[in-house]
């Protein structure tokens, strides 16, 4: 069974879709990133997945159950971590967490959970007193407090330093290696491309791409951009594959000590995607 199954999900709003009937499938085990600009509609079918908004139309299967449907059962098996959580700013991290924990029937310890989100040394404090991005980081501990199955992140890593990003990467990692479900809602294409087995785009409430980060829309196919400079002249040729020009320019005597060969980020790849739906 998958972890996400999605058929023609249509989500309206006054006459206009939001969601304009998507199909779309996570597998078990698999980190899934959910990527487009403002307004696509990533938000609105992850709520819907979550059993949080109704959907106007399709069919949606969540852990094998229809999230409009489900009981508590079923939610005791997801964790969420949202955009913008409201968090009981006069408890401590270990109460905030141990209060959450008490909610779910195989719960991690409150203790294992503050060492995997790197606030072991805020443990005893309020978390009123905690910078954003801490706050942030209680966010994920109590999205994962619960040992879900499938754990929904919606922009985790918003307001988190460098140094709390990669530790973040390193415990998505970590969860998904214990077969965690992972569907990941980001702005950072870096994120994606660190974290995704497989991606989506959104725009204007359809999926417009779908793949690996190396394939998606084409990117593994596209050219690669060899530069070099021939006697302080810079030149640039585009190729799909370099080894004759590289091999040319070995037998010529070139000065390849400048030699660089890019090919397109997923950033590139995903601006041409979404520009292309402007
Ligand atoms: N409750 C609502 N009522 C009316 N329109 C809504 C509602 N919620 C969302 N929309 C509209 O649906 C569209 C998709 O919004 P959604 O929040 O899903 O986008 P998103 O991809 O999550 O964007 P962001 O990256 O900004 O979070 C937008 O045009 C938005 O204005």
Not at 20 to 25: Q, T
Not at 101 to 115: K, L, N
């Amino acid at each position: 069974m998958e972890a996400i199954e999605v058929t023609g999900l249509r989500k309206t709003y006054g006459g206009r879709d939001a969601v304009a009937g998507i199909d779309l499938v996570v597998a078990r085990g698999e980190i899934f990133a959910l990527l487009g600009p403002n307004g696509a509609g990533k938000t609105t079918t992850v709520e819907i997945l979550e059993g949080h908004r109704r959907r106007s139309a399709g069919d949606v299967r969540v852990l094998g159950e229809d999230p409009g449907r489900a009981g508590s059962a079923w939610r005791a098996r997801i964790g969420i971590v949202l955009q913008d959580a409201d968090d009981a700013a006069d408890l401590t991290v270990h109460e905030m967490v141990r209060h959450i924990a008490g909610f779910y029937p195989d719960p991690r310890t409150s203790d294992e959970v503050i060492e995997l989100v790197g606030l072991g040394a805020k443990r005893n404090a309020k978390i009123r007193t905690l910078s954003g991005g801490q706050r942030r980081r209680v966010d994920v501990a109590l999205g994962i407090v619960g040992r879900p199955e499938l754990l929904f992140l919606d922009e985790p890593t918003t307001g988190f330093d460098p140094e709390a990003r990669r530790r973040f990467w390193d415990l998505i990692r970590t969860l998904a290696g214990d077969g965690t479900t992972i569907l990941l809602t980001t702005h950072y294409l870096d994120e994606a491309e660190a974290l995704a087995d497989r991606l989506a785009v959104m725009a204007g409430g359809g999926i417009v791409a779908e793949g690996t980060p190396a394939t998606l829309g084409g990117r593994g196919a596209g050219q690669a951009r060899v530069s070099w400079m021939d006697g302080g002249t810079a030149r640039t040729e585009q190729v799909s594959d370099p080894s004759d020009l590289i091999r040319g320019l070995v037998a010529s005597g070139a000065d390849l000590s400048t030699l660089t060969i890019t090919r397109p980020t997923l950033e590139d790849t995903y601006l041409n995607l979404i520009g292309a739906q402007r």
